[in-house]
């Protein structure tokens, strides 16, 4: 005799439901209340060393989408290139972290932060300054396993502090 | 109509008496009604592991009004093909009654605006005049969906009104009265007590009749949209949401009036007694809404038919029986009589229960 079918499985989920009224919502409440996301995040589109940045030119090759426009001239004093422009149009990213990985003085870097809605498709194109590194903008461990070692470390829906960030 | 339940010290007398209660009881209605759907979503978010509306006002209680505002600003549609006058009528139709049932919800001792010696009479018949309204809805909106959703919900008040009204006169012959005020006056030991059975089937027949979960097949939005509210928008759809939670804080207070021992209890003002009893049914009503799935249309006749209506034919022969035969003053020994005999019943009905001449198992 199967109990299940006299009343017994609505009183077992009756009490399922009741027990999770004492349950911890899951929700996080976004503005207000944050997750601390992956530390290899593919976030914010790039970050640029302008000081390790050859110029050579390695992402924009490697980019399948072509977006990443690299302008170099030579300067003969110094002997080495000059970056004249480099330019993201990050509307048609689609995050693959090729560039990252192809550059060979580690100069490119994924984004942490993960905020990038804009209101005009021209403010996708990001140029010199807007790719540098700041506190709103800082990379990722993304094929760098030193920078991740320094971030916090991801939260899940379950983690019981998770309500008070 | 009798108005012996009156305060003999009521000052002004009837009228008066009239027009007191009349807005005593539309506000009561109107602000439970907005506490119920605040109360209903929060309640049903938590069992969710949600947190329900937060933003609006402390702890989002002034989410019905905000929702209220907004769907006041909402454009009036109406289907081109529709039947305009009925599509106009219906909401007003649905409305109506739910408002009227509380004519004659006791409050506490004398205070309630009618007190009819058929009182409960009354309630069965002017509840069942908002299905008139929801199938009028149905039609007027010329949308097969529509049609559909009340269709069923025709179905399903016709037939689980038969198991409602047969429990409730098992508490009326207990009770020896149709009076709601006679029928909490008689409650020495609470009837869900001494009618454990007719409580259990007039819940289930009420929650269908109100079309609560699991039992809201006609407004069942993964098969036919909304049912028969799919072309209502703005305020002609806001009633219909009042109906909806019109009819659960009725359904509440009439089970706490009949089963719960209405506005009567120990310490606590008697319409404090009434309220937390409305209000801990309607969590009743919420917990089973988040727990149950929807039930086929099929499943919903056949409880009514083959499950309910026997038994409460069973439940109202042995009421019957045992007001006649058993010795007054002893009641309290029929409660574990009654209640054993409710468990046998419910699982000897449970093991006859078959859908679909008993080829398809449930």
């Given at each position: 005799m199967k109990f299940e079918r006299y009343g017994i499985g609505i009183a077992k989920g009756l009490s399922v439901t009741i027990r999770h009224l004492l349950r911890r919502p899951v929700t996080t409440q976004y503005p207000e209340q944050r997750l601390n996301t992956s530390r290899r995040i593919r976030g914010n589109e790039l970050i640029w060393d302008r000081e390790k940045c050859t110029g050579c030119a390695t992402c924009a090759k490697t980019c399948p989408q072509g977006v990443i426009h690299i302008v170099t001239s030579v300067s003969i004093e110094e002997n080495k290139y000059k970056v004249e422009k480099f330019e993201?149009?990050?509307g048609y990213c689609i995050f693959c972290g090729l560039c990252v990985e192809a550059c060979p003085y580690e100069a490119l870097f994924m984004g942490y932060a993960y905020e990038r809605a804009r209101y005009r498709r021209g403010e996708l194109v990001l140029a010199e300054e807007g790719l540098l590194a700041s506190d709103e903008r800082k990379p990722s461990g993304y094929a760098h396993p030193e920078i991740a070692a320094t971030l916090p470390k991801q939260t899940l829906l379950l983690d019981k502090d998770r309500g008070k960030r | 109509m009798t108005m012996a339940a009156l305060p003999p010290d009521w000052p002004g007398g009837f009228w008066l008496h009239w027009g007191v209660f009349v807005v005593v009881i539309f506000v009561f209605v109107m602000a439970t009604i907005m506490g119920f759907i605040w109360f209903e979503r929060r309640a049903m978010a938590i069992m969710q592991a949600r947190l329900g509306p937060n933003r609006a006002g402390p702890f989002g209680v002034l989410q019905p009004v905000a929702d209220g505002i907004k769907v006041m600003l909402k454009e009036d549609i109406v289907p081109a093909k529709g039947d305009k006058v009925v599509h106009w009528l219906a909401p007003v139709v649905a409305f109506v009654?739910?408002?009227?049932?509380?004519?004659v919800v006791p409050f506490q001792g004398g205070a309630?605006?009618?007190d009819l010696n058929i009182g409960i009479l009354y309630i069965v018949a002017i509840s069942s005049v908002t299905t008139v309204g929801v199938f009028m809805a149905g039609w007027a909106s010329n949308n097969k969906y529509s049609l559909l959703g009340a269709m069923r919900q025709v179905a399903s008040v016709v037939s689980y009104e038969i198991p409602v009204v047969l429990s409730i006169v098992g508490v009326?012959?207990?009770?020896?009265?149709?009076?709601?005020?006679?029928?909490v006056m008689a409650q020495d030991i609470p009837f869900i007590l001494l009618q454990p059975l007719g409580f259990l089937l007039f819940f289930i027949g009420a929650l269908a009749e109100i079309n609560r979960a699991p039992f809201d097949l006609m407004e069942a939005d993964s098969e036919i949209v909304a049912g028969f509210h799919t072309e209502y928008s703005g305020m002609k759809f806001a009633l219909f949401y009042l109906v909806e939670y019109g009819e659960a804080l009725a359904i509440s207070a009439i089970v706490t009036t009949l089963f719960l021992g209405?506005?009567?209890?120990?310490l606590l003002l008697p319409w404090l007694w009434f309220l937390i009893k409305v209000i801990l049914v309607f969590f009743v009503i919420v917990w089973i809404r988040t727990t149950v799935p929807r039930i086929r249309i099929d499943q919903l006749m056949a409880l009514a038919w083959k499950f309910l209506f026997p038994l409460a034919l069973i439940n109202l022969i042995i009421t019957a029986v045992e007001i006649l035969v058993w010795p007054a003053g002893s009641l309290w020994v029929l409660v574990p009589i009654n209640i054993a005999v409710m468990i046998v019943l419910v699982l000897l009905w449970s093991r006859f229960f078959k859908l679909g001449w008993g080829k398809v198992e449930v």
């Open positions: 993201v149009d990050t | 009654p739910a408002l009227m049932i509380f004519a309630i605006l009618a009326v012959l207990l009770a020896g009265s149709l009076s709601m005020q006679q029928i209405g506005w009567r209890g120990p």
